[in-house]
């Protein structure tokens, strides 16, 4: 496998960040040929843009289905060569066209020991169910949703007292360094 990544946002992009800063400092080796976003506004774009990296903004909503916009997808990924995608806060559900085109060749971070409370809201989720631990999970991207097998996981606690906000911000930091370190087991080729 090169070692040529293609990264989905959809917002902040702090996860991208993390990967980024990973490659410049020699803890990834890799590099990112493309950063696509959805969305236009998408402040992460910023991030890939101080670093020299490539942007794309193809907006879904141009597309008359869903597999048409992962189709344009799939194009601009493929013809820059990407081995790896990863999804960095990419809100979009991708459809079988997507995930058959990359197979076992698509990563995606989710803030909770999966396969515990998949979706959305899985920090209001874990506190719900009284849950004392909670985390990120990297995962291979299957066609269900946060179904796919785990690639690495890191645990923090439900600490006395958290919010869903509160419990995010822990979760968040444990993934900046968490996605970049299964980013490179999946390159490498170690992982569990």
Do not use: W
């Not at 993390?18 to 991030?47: F, K, T, W």
């Not at 601009?76 to 995608?85: G, P, Q, T, Y």
């Not at 989720?125 to 269900?144: F, R, W």
């Amino acid at each position: 496998m090169n070692r040529t990544l293609g990264v989905l946002i959809s917002g902040r992009g702090s996860n991208l960040k993390a990967i980024i800063d990973a490659i410049e400092h020699g803890r990834l080796d890799a590099r990112i040929a493309v950063v696509i976003s959805n969305r236009a506004d998408a402040p992460g774009l910023v991030h890939a843009i101080r670093a020299g990296i490539e942007t794309l903004v193809l907006n879904h909503k141009e597309y008359a289905t869903r597999e048409d916009y992962d189709r344009a997808l799939i194009h601009e990924l493929r013809k820059r060569d990407v081995s790896l995608v990863c999804l960095a806060g990419f809100m979009r559900l991708l459809s079988p066209v997507f995930v058959d085109a990359f197979p076992d060749r698509i990563l995606n971070i989710h803030p909770s020991l999966l396969p515990k409370y998949p979706g959305l809201q899985p920090q209001q989720q874990a506190l719900d169910d009284g849950a004392s631990e909670s985390g990120a999970t990297v995962h291979l991207v299957n066609k269900d949703l946060d179904a796919g097998p785990v690639v690495m996981q890191a645990r923090v606690p439900v600490l006395a007292g958290d919010t869903a906000d509160t419990l995010a911000a822990r979760i968040l930091e444990l993934e900046h360094r968490l996605y970049p370190a299964a980013i490179a087991a999946v390159l490498d080729g170690t992982q569990s």
